[in-house]
């Protein structure tokens, strides 16, 4: 059995910084691509930012310059490092993780959500 915590969200001031963490745990054999996605209220879940296992990056254009992903294999966790915050940055921020469990089956996972809000 695999699970997603995810930590770091809160309230923060525009221009102001966060950094959200999301740790795998469980039977996990190997981890491979790992990303954020973020739902603001009354909207579809989108893509913020993801990280290959090899360390390649991709980020959605809102967010390009402010926002870095950033992986640590050794514990199993993703990060995402959130500056210049804008309140249109508001939303529940999600990590999604592909994780081998075993031979040949590496499902996506979801972590449980956590709650971002910037107020100007």
């Known amino acids: 059995q695999v699970q997603l915590v995810e930590s770091g969200g809160g309230l923060v001031q525009a221009g102001g910084s966060l950094r959200l963490s999301c740790a795998a745990r469980?039977?996990?054999?190997?981890?491979?691509?790992m990303g954020w996605f973020r739902q603001p209220p009354g909207k579809q879940r989108e893509l913020v930012a993801t990280?290959?296992?090899?360390?390649?990056?991709n980020y959605a254009d809102s967010v390009k310059g402010r926002f870095t992903i950033s992986r640590d294999n050794a514990k199993n966790t993703v990060y995402l490092q959130m500056n210049s915050l804008k309140p249109e940055d508001t939303a529940l921020y999600y990590c999604?993780?592909?994780?081998?469990?075993?031979?040949?089956?590496?499902?996506?996972?979801w972590g449980q959500g956590t709650q971002v809000t910037v107020y100007s």
């Open positions: 999604n993780v592909q994780i081998q469990v075993r031979l040949e089956v590496a499902p996506h996972y």
């Open positions: 469980g039977s996990i054999v190997s981890i491979k691509d």
């Open positions: 990280i290959t296992s090899g360390g390649s990056t």
